[in-house]
């Protein structure tokens, strides 16, 4: 099946030819739903904090963060903007000239209320001698796309969303990338003032963020008082996956395997190269102005409180469990914050002996930490927090996509349908154990959580694999805590009229 030059092409990626065969028994067996026990609510599995713990859990996020703990933020940032204009490129192609769909209209109509409206309206007069009200009164719409989306214009049609203007102030404006840096200095500043933090971007397209941060990070370590540290690391070859034909065989093309970009759940080998105490997560579109940012960043303490309590009491069992005398109360109030406080603990417990009951609980216990920020779902249900039933017939708290339920089973999609809330990517990690070693993340992703596409190239039909996703498969086996926080902490940019409304203004 494989020949010569495919395992010359495999090598070279580093994957190896093991991996291979179990993508390819992928696509003939496809993925496994998951086992739904309920979806997640605040009356199980969702914590809602009243005020005074809410001021309990910032306090001790507070005197965590002048401890010597190194504190990282991650923020995925290597999706192109593209999908942000995909109403905009349609119009430019449109057999039409007047802005007719309401998207276009917006645009046209409250255009002046983008950060980018300035640089956008220079390009105009450089390259069309007219300002973007003279072209728009002179009926030539289009040429004020094209100067947006466009090489010779911004090219906000083919640049990262990290590197778009969002937001305006008094002295200037913001790209997505720069909010990430004054949010970073309000929650994840270091006792010696240092932020860190990390950005995976496309190979294409890091030259373009290193310059940004080099031309950025200045201004905002001076209007801060805060020294920032940038890395970037970019998705590894060997986490891309190979595309199959219509007979589950390998997709070639110029007699050369096709491989493709695994997905987000690609991120976890770069998570994993990281070794920080504590690692915020969040998506780089969802940032906010500086006078909406006080909830994103009280909630950001919060969880991170949160988790920093949790892991300093799962430390203080480990250590307890290392001993061989363990009085039967004490081995109870472990298990009952296996199951209260992590979500996580086997119902057939009780009949196990002592020594299998140490042994399980140590093993639920040592393992990465995740608190994982819930928002109420205004919209229709779908993927979000769950309760699962995992490979060893444990419960444990799961995030799941539609993708990964067997909505062709009315009882299962009617749990689906029960669900309240949904996962806005904010997350706070604990990646190291009760003895200051990291753990290998990679063992930890449920591999039967992948996803397989219909996808085209050329005109020929091919299936895509995407590995376990970030937040889901991917920390399938992370001890996992959900905790409800507002909607104002979640405000995507996923049309560039998103950009318009109140929370980007």
């Known amino acids: 099946m494989l020949t010569n030059n495919d395992l010359q092409q ?11 065969n179990e993508q390819l028994r992928s696509f003939e067996t496809g993925f496994p739903f998951l086992k739904i026990i309920s979806a997640a609510s605040p009356q199980n599995g969702i914590v809602v904090f009243e005020n005074n713990r809410i001021d309990s859990l910032l306090s001790v996020w507070d005197d965590y963060l002048k401890s010597n703990a190194s504190i990282l933020k991650f923020v995925p940032a290597s999706g192109a903007a593209s999908r942000m204009f995909k109403d905009l490129f349609e119009y430019l192609d449109a057999d039409y000239t007047f802005p007719t769909k309401a998207a276009e209209k917006k645009f046209f109509d409250d255009c002046k209320h983008f950060a980018f409206y300035n640089e956008l309206n220079n390009c105009c007069l450089k390259n069309n001698a007219k300002s973007i009200d003279q ?10 796309i094209a100067n947006l989306l466009q090489q010779n214009g911004l090219n906000y049609g083919s640049l990262p969303k990290g590197l778009l203007l969002f937001h305006s102030y008094a002295n200037g404006q913001r790209t997505s990338l720069q909010e990430h840096l004054v949010e970073g200095a309000m929650y994840a ?43 970037f690391s970019e998705q590894k070859p060997s ?164 993708s990964q339920i067997d909505l062709s089973n009315p009882t ?64 399938s086996d992370w001890n996992t805590i959900f905790v409800e926080v507002p909607i104002e902490t979640f405000n995507p940019v996923k049309t560039v009229n998103d950009l318009l409304r109140p929370e980007h203004q």
């Open 10 to 20: 495999i090598d070279s990626k580093g994957i190896s030819q093991a991996q291979i």
């Open 135 to 144: 072209l728009v009164s002179a009926g030539e719409t289009k040429a004020v």
């Open 189 to 231: 500043s270091s006792a010696s003032n240092e932020v860190n933090i990390h950005f995976t971007v496309s190979t294409e397209h890091r030259v373009l963020f290193e310059k940004h941060v080099a031309e950025s990070v200045s201004t905002f370590e001076k209007s801060l008082g805060k020294k920032f540290n940038i890395s």
């Open 239 to 402: 986490t891309d996956t190979l595309a199959a034909d219509e007979f589950n065989q390998p997709f070639r093309e110029n007699d050369k395997l096709l491989f493709r970009p695994g997905g987000h759940g690609a991120l976890i080998a770069n998570l994993n190269d990281l070794a920080a105490d504590v690692i915020f997560i969040k998506n780089i579109d969802n940032v906010v102005p500086d006078s909406l940012k006080d909830k994103t960043i009280t909630f950001k303490k919060v969880i991170a409180g949160l988790l920093v309590q949790l892991q300093q009491k799962t430390f203080e069992y480990l250590r307890i469990l290392d001993n061989n005398d363990i009085e039967s109360a004490l081995l109870t109030e472990i298990a009952q914050f296996c199951k209260n406080e992590l979500n996580n603990l086997n119902p057939n417990f009780e009949t196990l002996s002592v020594d299998q009951q140490k042994a399980y609980l140590k093993f639920k216990l040592n393992r990465p930490i995740r608190v994982c920020g819930m928002v109420k779902n205004t919209g229709e249900p779908g993927g979000g927090p769950f309760l699962t039933v995992n490979q060893d017939n444990t419960i444990s708290t799961q995030i799941l996509e539609s």
């Open 412 to 475: 299962e999609k009617d749990k689906m349908m029960q669900s309240t809330h949904f996962n806005p990517v904010d997350l706070v990690c604990a990646v190291k154990n009760y003895k200051d070693e990291k753990f290998d993340l990679i063992q930890y992703v449920d591999k039967q959580t992948g996803f397989i596409s219909l996808k085209s190239k050329n005109g020929k039909e091919l299936k895509a694999l995407e590995l376990p996703g970030l937040w889901n498969g991917a920390m």
